[in-house]
């Protein structure tokens, strides 16, 4: 009988773990990379016959959450606990055998994702979704246990369009009121924003496609106009003896969505389509 050391590995799911294992080696060390590619083996002999909603082998998912993490140079033990985040909650693997295996820190990441994913969310009051947030927080002991799960959700929400609508606008909702603000408290700005693009996209599907013809149309040919702008501001700086940089950036659809509904009301009044951010060394 094949162990998950030595059973053969499907061509596409090769291709998959050979991917995150190249990425690993930019800032890992052999051994840590190998731990790794054991964590994968025992996850995909786990979840063996088992798809998600796309048709695709579930093992899929696992090792695209440790793809997030490894994109964020997160430690090897971060990346092994989203191999195996699942396996606890779904399939006969007990946390012992998983700390037997790769030790009691991987463990406890693995067993502490799958404590959050039991908890449910179903209010939608914003004091409600408040005290989750802070309940979620309180409850781990490790932080990357949120991050697990945070790179989790942000998989999900990536891959949310082959749910049914009823399932996509619960889950959107739940992003947005829950796993967006807790990234954006973490400092994980990139997966906040795209935790927001995703969620508004798939709650308010129409609000999402309007707005971003109106940004758009209001972004324009602007590339010449804002350079000027940010040398104007650099000139007249520099005028004054002020050392300063200046970053411009054009706002996300969801932060402009938010605006407009708390306090514009309308899309043809929004105007500030984009910032600049003029950083000085002391004020």
């Known amino acids: 009988m094949a162990t998950p050391l030595t059973r053969p590995v499907p061509d596409a799911q090769r291709f998959l773990i050979s991917d995150l294992c190249d990425l690993l080696e930019g800032y890992l060390d052999k051994e840590q990379v190998c731990e790794v590619y054991r964590a994968y083996l025992l996850s995909a002999e786990a979840h063996e016959g088992q798809h998600r909603k796309s048709g695709e082998p579930y093992i899929y998912h696992p090792v ?8 964020m140079h997160m430690d090897p033990q971060s990346i092994i606990a989203a191999i195996l985040h699942d396996v606890i909650e779904d399939t006969g693997i007990a946390k012992e055998r998983i700390e037997t295996e790769f030790g009691e820190e991987v463990a406890e990441l ?62 959107a909702r739940e ?67 002020i050392q300063c940089r200046i970053q411009s950036r054009e706002k996300h659809i969801y932060s402009l969505y938010k605006k407009i509904r708390d306090r514009v009301g309308s899309f043809t009044e929004v105007f500030d389509v984009y910032a600049f951010r003029i950083l000085v060394d002391s004020v």
């Open 175 to 241: 992003t947005l009121e829950i796993y967006a603000p807790i990234a954006n408290r973490l400092g994980m700005n990139q997966i906040r924003l795209e935790l927001e693009e995703l969620g508004m996209a798939a709650l308010y599907p129409m609000r999402y496609r309007v707005l971003s013809e109106v940004v758009k149309k209001a972004r324009g040919n602007r590339k010449e106009l804002l350079n000027k702008i940010e040398s104007a501001i650099q000139q007249r700086l520099g005028e004054e003896q």
């Open 64 to 71: 695209a959450v440790a793809r997030i993490l490894a994109e």
């Open 110 to 171: 693995v067993d502490g994702v799958s404590k959050l994913t039991q908890i449910k969310f179903e209010s939608q009051a914003e004091a409600q979704a408040e005290n989750f947030r802070k309940m979620m927080l309180a409850m781990v002991r490790d932080i990357r246990v949120i991050l697990v799960k945070l790179a989790d959700r942000l998989h999900n929400m990536r891959t949310l369009g082959v749910m049914r609508a009823e399932k996509r606008r619960r889950i």
